[in-house]
């Protein structure tokens, strides 16, 4: 089997799972050490297990292709799994945010993994991912920016530090 169609084979059943923000990175000619990423995001250590699992077994009974080797744990929240010229990234969103393979690996091409449907056709699910990636990265700025604002005072604090001042 070509390792493009495992990688794409690996997406989709990483999609079967609900993953999330699933790529497609090209890394021939760019990598000594595989050829292509699979990058997904799931958000719980539960749904990392069944993506994982999801994949291995699939491959192994669909494909006969076992991988040669899954890493990570839970607590990680970053799991790799991987086949023959093929890496299978599964992370949660913090991770994914933090550790930014997308941005590291900028010069590789990312590939459709999905089945082409007919050109005019709008794939079904399209206007739910991008409305969900949208939901997400506002989510995630809006913990950035509570981490850096500054904590609010009471209005109790504030009117008890304000009459002191008056008083001395």
Request: hydrophobic residues 40%; charged residues 30%.
């Amino acid at each position: 089997m070509e390792a493009l169609e495992t990688a794409r084979l690996c997406a989709k059943y990483a999609d079967d799972k609900k993953a999330q923000d699933i790529v497609l990175l090209d890394l021939r000619g760019l990598s000594p050490v595989t050829d292509f990423f699979v990058i997904c995001s799931a958000i719980s250590a539960p749904q990392l297990r069944a993506v994982r699992d999801e994949v291995v077994e699939q491959m192994r009974e669909q494909h006969g292709m076992k991988p040669l080797f899954v890493d990570g744990s839970y607590e990680s929240q970053w799991l790799i799994v991987n086949f023959p010229n093929v890496l299978v990234h599964i992370q949660s969103p913090e991770k994914r945010e933090y550790y930014a393979l997308e941005e590291l690996w900028g010069d590789a091409p990312t590939l459709p993994w999905q089945q082409e449907a007919d050109p005019g056709t709008p794939s079904p699910s399209a206007p739910k991912r991008a409305a969900k990636k949208a939901a997400a990265k506002k989510a995630a700025a809006s913990k950035r920016a509570a981490k850096k604002a500054p904590a609010k005072k009471s209005a109790a604090k504030v009117a008890k530090k304000t009459s002191r001042r008056k008083k001395a």
